[in-house]
């Protein structure tokens, strides 16, 4: 069973572990499964070491990572953001919501300042034009101590490369091709893509956040994905590229990010 949340006043009487202790624990592999699988413990481990429990999914849309049970089970509040009403009307029953575009100049009077302590978005930031602003409003909406978390695809993935030069019909058409599940009535849609601030390179993004209003940053980066797997040849030649480049750390090629964040 998971420790019962230790509240803010608590964390900050006992001094919180910085969130780079906090990731250290993780026993972090640079591999992509590794993202996926740990995603959802990461943000419980930050939480509860932390004791942050007004927690903000944004994007959560139709899929919120913790469903009402485990919101319970943990102690936490979570308020559930999305830019589409439909997204939300999706959403099992049991939560707080709040539509909005987290970029949108209207974002902040709606969020409210200081209302939460952990924002978190998974496979949302690619999909926000206007990056920069999403992460100021983020800030906004923080309280002081507060943490903010994106895992996001990062540019120069070549799938990711792909998919931000073709025009959006075609890119659409040939994902919905191979996987049928990405068509838009179907479970998993295609949102339009522009990958703005998808890096994992700490020189690209810690600027930006630091203007944003955050202090601390920790940028951790993935390699690999399975676009590639259904066509033989490209699969192979693919996986021998990603394994140098996981090998090597080169984070210009990287697949996927956490970004975490302190305010
Ligand atoms: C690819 S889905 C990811 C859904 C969920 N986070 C997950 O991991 O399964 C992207 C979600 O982000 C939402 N979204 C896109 N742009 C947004 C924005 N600017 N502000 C808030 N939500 C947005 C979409 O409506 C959609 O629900």
Redesign the pocket.
């Known amino acids: 069973m998971n420790a019962p949340p230790i509240s803010l006043a608590q964390a900050v009487g006992r001094k919180p572990l910085e969130i780079r202790d906090i990731v250290a624990r993780l026993d972090y592999d640079p591999d992509f499964n590794w993202a996926w699988e740990n995603y959802k413990r990461t943000i419980v481990e930050i939480a509860q070491q932390r004791g942050l429990t007004r927690h903000l ?9 913790f469903l009402p049970p485990e919101v319970a089970a943990h102690g936490f509040e979570v308020t559930l ?4 009403a ?3 009307s999706r959403a099992p029953q049991g939560y707080s919501t709040v ?6 100049k209207d ?1 902040k009077a709606i969020l409210g300042a200081g209302r939460y302590d952990i924002a978190y ?4 930031m ?4 206007d990056v920069a602003r ?1 992460w100021e409003n983020i800030a906004y909406a923080l309280a002081p101590g507060g943490v903010a978390f994106s ?1 996001f695809p990062t540019l120069y993935a070549p799938p990711y490369v792909l998919n931000r030069l073709i025009p959006e019909k075609i890119s659409r058409w040939m994902l919905e091709t191979v996987f049928p599940d990405r068509k838009e009535d179907g479970d ?4 339009p893509a522009y990958y703005d601030y998808c890096f994992s390179e700490e020189a690209k993004i810690v600027p930006m956040l630091k203007r944003a209003g955050f202090s601390d940053v920790v940028a951790l980066p993935f390699w690999g994905y399975s676009y590639f797997w259904k066509f033989p040849g490209v699969k192979q030649i693919d996986a021998a590229f990603t394994r140098i480049a996981r090998e090597r750390q080169w984070r210009a090629v990287s697949s996927f990010a956490y970004i975490i964040a302190t305010k």
């Open positions: 999914e944004i994007g959560g849309g139709r899929d919120p990572l953001n999305d830019i589409s439909h997204e939300l539509q909005c575009d987290i970029a949108g974002a978005s998974r496979m949302v690619e999909h926000v034009p999403m895992f998993n849609p295609k949102f």
